[in-house]
């Protein structure tokens, strides 16, 4: 059963830090990856998703990597914005649906 | 295209009562899935579907029912409602299995006392 683990559960940086936010899985053989953004009481927006043959994808300051043969993904935010407080899911598609990571909570102070 | 949407937003139920929580999207997609998601947790997989038709069960299926007559509508059926029902429950859909995205529904908010 693929597990799906993001590390930290939690974070909170100063507005224009630089932060990563890791990923984790214990299944190799995915299809793809994807990286959402829940706002509170909100549902789930995509951000980034990255094929199994991709080693990243970018969009606007977003970087996401993928590393199959170690499990593992990180998100990159770069100068980061009040604005990018949210909870931001990874999940992993190596069937019929995702598997979810339990979220990394943000909170960018100004 | 309005994507993946879901009726009710929000909703009380009591302790045995049943209802029904609607999904439609307009994106003809093939793929539909119902996931619950609890405080503090990640997205869990209740009822899938590969087309109209076909239906199967996710990771936590019990306390819940799915059916599929068309390609556009999911519909969840929540029989004699529990406390451990209460959660928010998303939509989703995607074109087809492997490696394209899959897009979420609002939610629905679902309390039961």
């Known amino acids: 059963k693929q597990e799906v683990t993001q590390i930290p559960a939690a974070l909170s940086v100063p507005e224009g830090e630089n932060l990563v936010l890791n990923c984790s899985f214990t299944?190799?053989?995915?299809?793809?990856l994807q990286w959402f953004r829940q706002d509170p009481g909100k549902g789930l927006t995509s951000l980034l998703l990255?094929?199994?043959?991709?080693r990243e994808q970018t969009s606007g300051r977003l970087n996401a990597s993928l590393d199959k043969s170690s499990g593992r993904s990180t998100l990159y935010i770069a100068a980061s914005q009040p604005g990018d407080s949210a909870t931001y899911l990874c999940?992993?598609?190596?069937?019929?649906?995702?598997?979810f990571g339990k979220g990394t909570s943000l909170l960018v102070t100004p | 295209n309005a994507g993946v949407t879901q009726t009710p937003k929000f909703r009380i139920l009591k302790i045995g009562q049943s209802m029904t929580l609607q999904c439609a999207q307009d994106?003809?997609?093939?793929?539909m899935y119902w996931y619950r998601q609890d405080p503090g947790m990640g997205l869990k997989l209740i009822y899938y579907?590969?087309?109209?038709?076909?239906?199967d069960k996710g990771e936590v299926p019990n306390g819940y029912n799915v059916s599929r007559s068309t390609t556009e509508d999911f519909p969840l059926r929540l029989e004699l409602a529990a406390p451990s029902q209460t959660s928010v429950y998303f939509c989703?859909?995607?074109?087809?299995?492997?490696?394209?995205?899959?897009?979420f529904g609002p939610g629905t908010r679902l309390t039961v006392l």
């Open positions: 994106m003809n997609h093939n793929y």
């Open positions: 299944d190799s053989a995915i299809y793809n």
């Open positions: 990255i094929q199994s043959s991709q």
């Open positions: 999940a992993v598609s190596s069937g019929y649906a995702l598997n």
């Open positions: 989703a859909s995607r074109r087809g299995q492997g490696d394209n995205e899959q897009f």
């Open positions: 579907s590969v087309g109209a038709g076909i239906t």
